[in-house]
């Protein structure tokens, strides 16, 4: 009797313990991200591949944006935007989408809560462009309920992040494909 009471709270108690194991793998692979001096990302629709922007980032708060539709690219540094009109950069106010975007990446206290609400699922592994990843779904309450898959590489690198855009996103699928993290070429004026 002993025993088979031994063997059912070990059977509780794993599946909690994997999932603790998975979320703390998930946000070493966001730590890393935030630490990093740079990186470059490319955001597209996760269904039909229609690139929106490359974002190069460099710390502590410089950000290039390239609208792959050809829009204008725009820099970002702290409060102040940039945006390149024919060759010459004028000083522009940040637009809210681009705002929203910057505060994404960087923005400590938002990871913080999200963090805190965030429940993890390790998926099957899986590789990306010929690399072997880990494959996490994860749910967060903050700043609105999302779900999220994340893909990371070796060394607690983030390759890539699906966020379902929900009602808002009208049903898309965001990609976010990261790279060269912690590249010592990325330089924004």
Known sequence: MRLSATVFLLACTLP??????AKAELARAFDKLLDAPS?????SDAGSGEK???MEFQAPDRYRIVNAQGGPTMIVSGGQAQMDVGGRMMTVPVPVPVNAIV????NEDAM????ESMVVEALPDATLDGQAAKVYRFTTQ???PVTS???VGDGDTLLQMEVDGG???RGKVVRVRYRDIGSADIRIP
């Open 142 to 144: 903050h700043p609105k």
């Open 167 to 169: 009602a808002a996103g």
């Open 52 to 54: 929106y922007v490359d």
């Open 39 to 43: 990186f470059r990302a490319s955001m």
């Open 149 to 151: 898959t994340a893909w």
């Open 16 to 21: 909690s313990l994997a999932l603790a194991d």
């Open 112 to 115: 913080r809560k999200q963090r």
């Open 103 to 106: 505060n994404a990446y960087r």
